[in-house]
């Protein structure tokens, strides 16, 4: 049974599909990588029940912004540096990743 992403795009039904970081997290296979997630959280209050809208060429209004492209790449350095990381360190992982526009470096 195809997902909410899946469906709503394929019947062109939704440009933007809302869902909390954790939940992005879990289905970024499932996204399009040309996509953005605007997480409509500060930096400071990122947290993984941050709401997140996804979609193509979404408007900052400033909030954090990433492409479904760096947030695999983030979690993909994660997973390679520690295969059962926790929502903790994807969250201070992204949080770098802002910051630094570099990957985190796990001790």
Same mark, same amino acid.
Request: proline share 1%; hydrophobic share 35%.
């Given at each position: 049974?195809?997902? +909410?992403?899946? =469906? ?8 933007? =599909? ?6 992005? %997290? #879990? ?11 605007? %997480?409509? #959280?500060?930096?400071?209050?990122? #947290? ?7 979609? @193509? ?6 909030? $954090? /912004? =990433?492409?479904?492209?760096?947030? !695999?790449?983030?979690? +993909?350095?994660?997973? !390679? @540096?520690? !295969? ?6 994807? $969250?201070?992982? /992204?949080? *770098? ?5 570099? *990957?985190?470096?796990?001790?």
């Amino acid at each position: 049974m195809d997902d +909410l992403i899946t =469906v709503g795009r394929r019947a062109g039904l939704a440009k933007e =599909v809302k869902m909390k970081l954790r939940d992005v %997290i #879990s289905k970024l296979s499932e996204l399009n990588e040309l996509d953005d997630i605007s %997480i409509a #959280s500060n930096y400071k209050d990122l #947290s993984p029940d941050a709401e997140c809208d996804i979609g @193509q060429d979404l408007q900052s209004d400033n909030k $954090i /912004i =990433v492409s479904v492209y760096e947030l !695999e790449d983030i979690i +993909l350095n994660l997973k !390679e @540096q520690k !295969e059962n990381y926790s929502e903790s360190d994807y $969250i201070r992982a /992204i949080k *770098f990743y802002i910051n630094n526009d570099a *990957f985190i470096e796990i001790n």
